[in-house]
């Protein structure tokens, strides 16, 4: 495959012609009598039209056909794609999933579509107001099928295996150690070339804004510019039998016939558009003289709530960094938190737990729910000399952290037969060192 071209720049106005169509974009307006190619004109709004310019956020398309010629949506089977968060009791305790199986293509066949899992989640869709987290486990490609979401944005952390994906806005591909975002209404097709998996943030009402810097200054965390959009891609193919559109509406799945792939935009222009970047172009900003900062500063993209400061979800990840802090316990320390903390591992070993934290895994810290290293972290950590040293080469560990409370699927819980029913005991070992005679313990260095 020739190596794909990209638009560089987060939520840029941008605009886009296929070179095999040139000047298929109109001039000087959007809506012409009869557009260049006799293409259709058609809007597609990720905002109010009244919002903020800032804020606000739509695209024109120039496509062969209306994405309006199909026929009529038909339910179809959801499979194990919920937003029922009442299937089973809340349950308060650390949670840890061993990596997700993915189903073997020689005993069934699975797409992106088919393979979705819905782990947890909360809000409602209805009111535009919430968040679910979704694994994907998939082993061959979407066929003369496409995926759209009316209930809000996707980002997608793929942790095994490449992703290529067509949109109406062209072509990505979206390797491990990358993430996409694929925006409310965007119909996209995805093809795998292995047993593929990974993770999946969805966002209800709200978009992915990159988060404030405050005094970090004009540079720094994830910069717009490394963000790519695609560039302008069409097929004018017929499908005989039909191409399925599928449509997640709210929280249900629902399926209609077309005769052309939706994939015939030639030209578009605007800021709405899907976009993916490379984790390793950011930028880590750490603590160079003692303590933590937060882990608001590994912060790549979040999805804001109508509470200053406060996020529906943030995507935080944990990259290759120094560590230099004087006097201080380096791995990240023991936590309660009022966020719910969703973590993945993309690759690696994750500092606070070298073992049973796996590539493909995950974790989930609900709100209040105590959590931090395992005891041997903390007795190696404790006693360890300091001097700079490189920390988490090799790894990618990343995590979705929401303020609403999330509730665990039924599948999360029982069918995924993932769950690590022995995750409490890696604290069991810690043990009490209080010195109560004495002040100032040794110090290890």
Known sequence: MAELKYISGFGNECASEDPRCPGSLPEGQNNPQVCPYNLYAEQLSGSAFTCPRSTNKRSWLYRILPSVSHKPFESIDEGHVTHNWD??????NQLRWKPFEIPKASQKKVDFVSGLHTLCGAGDIKSNNGLAI?????????????????DGDFLIVPQKGNLLIYTEFGKMLVQPNEICVIQRGMRFSIDVFEETRGYLLEVYGVHFELPDLGPIGANGLANPRDFLIPIAWYEDRQVPGGYTVINKYQGKLFAAKQDVSPFNVVAWHGNYTPYKYNLKNFMVINSVAFDHADPSIFTVLTAKSVRPGVAIADFVIFPPRWGVADKTFRPPYYHRN???????????????????????????????TPHG?????????????????????????????????????????????????????????????????????????
């Open 87 to 92: 299937e089973v009791d809340p349950d308060p």
């Open 134 to 150: 979704h694994i994907f486990l998939c082993n061959t490609s979407m066929e003369n099928r496409c995926f759209y979401n009316s």
């Open 338 to 368: 009022c966020m719910s903390e969703f973590m993945g591992l993309i690759r690696g070993h994750y500092e606070a737990k070298q073992g049973g934290f796996l590539p493909g895994g995950g974790s989930l810290h609900s709100t209040m």
């Open 373 to 445: 290293p395992d005891a041997d972290c903390f007795e190696k950590a404790s006693k360890a000399k300091l001097a700079p040293e490189r920390i988490a080469d090799g790894t990618m560990a990343f995590m979705f952290e929401s303020s609403l409370s999330l509730a665990v699927t039924k599948w999360g819980l029982k069918a995924s037969k993932c769950l690590d029913e022995n995750y409490y005991k890696c604290w069991e070992p810690l043990k009490s060192h209080f010195t109560p005679n004495s002040r100032n313990p040794a110090e290890p260095n």
